[in-house]
């Protein structure tokens, strides 16, 4: 038999081949994959988002993790839609605003949301409100993350929500808000829903959104 606590260690420390190998092996034995995800790969990347908040490891085995899970992940994804259950626990959509090109912070926060079982839709970088209206209505996707890194394109955030409105969509997704310059005064005023400064505390924020204990 498969010792499922190895799959936990290679999502830990970021060993993809290791990881698809165990997910493979275990699939072979018959386990549960809904199992698998809840109690092993969802675990092993709250201890990685653990250990990234303590300083105990940094941005590249973070980005390890990701790959790691997302590899077991894209294994157990068409088994779980086969027994008509799916992976995902919420939809996110996730950019940076119009005239900002970092993605560093954005691509964690995708990561470890994706690491915890979200289905996460990366529209990129410098995204003016349309694309972020359009992304919304075609993924009928329940969270949007707004990333900005300068003070300059940050009031941009308050753009995109008021196209929410517009588009009549403002009530159907949350909205979470992050960034260097962003803080919790910014986003209260600008009418978002929440606002994270980790990648590790905006997967607590959006469960906390979506209701997800």
Wanted: glycine share 10%.
């Amino acid at each position: 038999m498969t010792d499922l606590n190895l799959l936990y260690e290679a999502i830990l420390k970021g060993k993809k081949k290791t990881a698809i190998e165990l997910t493979n092996a275990a699939l072979e034995e018959k386990a549960d994959p809904k199992s698998l995800i809840d109690n092993h790969m969802i675990k092993a990347m709250e201890e990685v988002g653990r250990q990234f908040e303590n300083h105990e490891i940094f941005v590249p085995e973070l980005l390890m993790a990701g790959r790691a899970m997302k590899a077991s992940l894209n294994i157990l994804q068409p088994v779980l839609q086969g027994q008509g259950a799916g992976v995902s626990i919420g939809k996110v959509v996730i950019g940076t605003v119009k005239g900002d090109l970092h993605d560093i912070g954005k691509n964690l926060v995708a990561s470890m949301l994706e690491g915890c079982g979200f289905e996460v839709i990366d529209i990129g970088i410098d995204m003016d409100s349309a694309k972020f209206v359009e992304a919304i209505r075609e993924h009928k996707a329940n969270i949007l993350g707004l990333s900005a890194l300068l003070t300059t394109t940050m009031p941009y955030m308050k753009t995109v929500i008021e196209a929410l409105k517009e588009a009549g969509l403002r009530d159907q997704v949350k909205v979470i808000v992050g960034g260097a310059p962003v803080s919790q005064s910014f986003a209260t005023e600008i009418g978002a829903d929440g606002y994270s400064d980790t990648a590790n505390s905006a997967v607590t924020k959006v469960k906390d959104l979506l209701g997800i204990l």
